[in-house]
């Protein structure tokens, strides 16, 4: 009786233990927990003041910023910007999921997932299945590293960034910020879905502490409202 | 007792067994499902939340026409009169007040399932109690409270909680409406240390679409008190039989986001396309430049 129990018990946690192994033998595509891709347009409703208009120099409400950083801010030139061709500045991934934009999420291939912005024209990549071999050129959206979490969740972890602002009027990120965020899927009311998108931006030359957002979407049937339009630093 | 009577105990016996481990396996896979909300959670306030700079502020909020008219016609004032000093504010104010929360939790003694899950009280928020026993909502006509009534389960690692019976409140201090028809959905995400609400709220009256918003939390371990000190109200200048109000189209406080942020005054007062990527576009440059 004892050793039939104990076959038992084994078989039973061997079986309980199958979904999982088969997942982490899966593509991140094939083993999404949910569905992530279509288009989503972002709800502004909140923080307007600083997102859909750009906010005039010295209006810094919240962030929690070095002194290094407000003496930055503070010599924020929009023109010299787009002077210098870095008016793509605050489309970084430390910040593009905060602008009022459409976002269209798809595959690339099995392990990497496709986020593109209608608003400064940006494509961030999640890669699922590696590690950055070598640093390589940094760029607004850096590298992006992916992963499924027990709770349904896509956690992002990326890193190379090219320095940008958190927002339009110039408050900065350094090269050496690191993003997280976290994306979650929820139902709305009366049909239809919720993307909130929880970002953590750790940044100790800049940011006295990790500044910590989340952003609200709603998923649209198609894209007849994807309306492309590049960076502008005003 | 014979061999078949041994046989066939012996067979109940490993049935049992089996069935034990599989009722195990089910009760644990089920507990592993959910994750500790219980807590301190620090606010981080790296978001404009309450809203509350100016008096016609209503950016974000997808007011209706009738929301609109209510919000316009509040004065801040009111707040002076004794009988509204200490009137607080509804479960809303969770996810945009300065303050953390503190979660916990009761829990049945005999069968060790939580009962309830209670988000403490500040000075001007009633504790909010989210009851996790199955138990249904009230009749429709039952009491409104600022809290109101609300339950909850899990989903997977989430927890959601649906709020109704609130009484005729605040969607943000400065005015903007909220009827007793208002009601709350909470989405309770933990990441880590990191605990993200997001809230769906819903009001058939004063909203014309649902209005989202979140809130992120940072796991603390410094305590947080489970409620704040007492209200106490007191003379502040308000006569007796007064309300201060703005009579439609009187509101003197109405261009002030525009003067002082350059926000157009559609969005000040809250109409709900400007809360969309298209309106930016709408925006006359000059407002853009700062």
């Known amino acids: 009786m004892r050793v039939f129990s104990i076959a038992a018990l084994v078989t039973l946690l061997f079986v309980a233990a199958l979904p999982r192994a088969a997942a982490q033998d899966r593509s991140a595509k094939a083993s999404a927990p949910v569905e992530f891709t279509g288009y989503w347009v972002a709800v502004v409703t909140k923080d307007w003041r600083f997102r859909m208009v750009t906010p005039r120099k010295g209006d810094y409400q919240s962030v929690p910023m070095t002194q290094q950083a407000r003496k930055i801010a ?160 005003k | 007792m014979g061999p078949n009577a041994l046989h066939l105990k012996m067979s109940r016996s490993n049935l049992m067994i089996v069935g034990a481990v599989f009722l195990c396996l089910f009760a644990c896979l089920s507990a592993a499902a959910q994750v500790e909300i219980t807590g301190s959670w620090a606010a981080r306030n790296h978001e404009f939340l309450t809203g509350d700079g100016l008096p016609v502020d209503f950016t974000g909020i997808p007011l209706s026409d009738e929301g609109r008219i209510r919000a316009l016609s509040y004065s801040e004032s009111q707040l002076s009169m004794v009988e509204r000093q200490c009137q607080g504010w509804p479960a809303f104010y969770l996810v945009q007040g300065p303050f953390g929360l503190k979660i916990w939790s009761e829990t049945d003694p005999l069968k060790g399932n939580v009962i309830s899950y209670t988000i403490g009280a500040w000075e001007d928020r009633a504790p909010l109690t989210i009851w996790m026993d199955g138990r249904p909502h009230p009749s429709k006509y039952a009491e409104h409270t600022r809290a109101g009534f609300t339950t909850g389960t899990w989903e997977g690692n989430t927890l959601v909680a649906y709020t109704t019976h609130m009484k005729a409140a605040f969607l943000r201090k400065t005015g903007a409406p909220s009827s007793d028809e208002a009601t709350m959905t909470l989405r309770f995400y933990r990441h880590g240390d990191i605990l993200t609400v997001l809230a769906i709220i819903e009001d058939p009256i004063y909203l014309a679409e649902p209005w989202i918003l979140s809130r992120s939390f940072q796991l603390s371990a410094t305590s947080l008190p489970p409620t704040g000190p007492p209200c106490l109200t007191t003379y502040e200048g308000s006569t007796a039989q007064t309300a201060p109000h703005y009579l439609p189209e009187k509101n003197p406080f109405v261009d002030e986001m525009t003067t002082k942020y350059g926000v157009p005054r559609d969005a000040a007062i809250g109409k709900p396309e400007t809360l969309y990527p298209e309106y930016r576009k709408k925006i006359p440059p000059a407002r853009l430049v700062p």
């Open chain 1, 74 to 233: 503070d010599a924020w030139d929009p023109k010299a910007d787009e002077a210098s061709g870095d008016q793509c500045k605050a489309y970084g991934a430390a910040a593009i999921m905060r602008l009022p934009a459409r976002f269209h999420i798809t595959w690339q291939d099995d392990n990497t997932l496709r986020v593109e912005s209608d608003a400064g024209m940006q494509t961030r990549l999640f890669h699922f299945d590696s590690q950055p071999l070598s640093p390589g050129a940094r760029s607004w959206q850096g590298y992006s590293m992916a992963q499924w979490q027990t709770s349904a969740s896509l956690k992002v972890a990326t890193i190379n960034l090219r320095s940008g602002y958190l927002r339009k009027n110039g408050v900065p990120y350094s090269e050496n910020a690191a993003v997280t965020e976290y994306f979650d899927i929820a139902p709305l009311p009366g049909g239809g879905q919720v993307l909130l998108v929880t970002t953590i931006v750790d940044d100790p030359r800049y940011l006295q502490q990790p500044f910590i957002v989340s952003s609200e979407f709603k998923k649209e049937a198609d894209g007849s409202k994807w309306d492309p339009t590049p960076c502008t630093s």
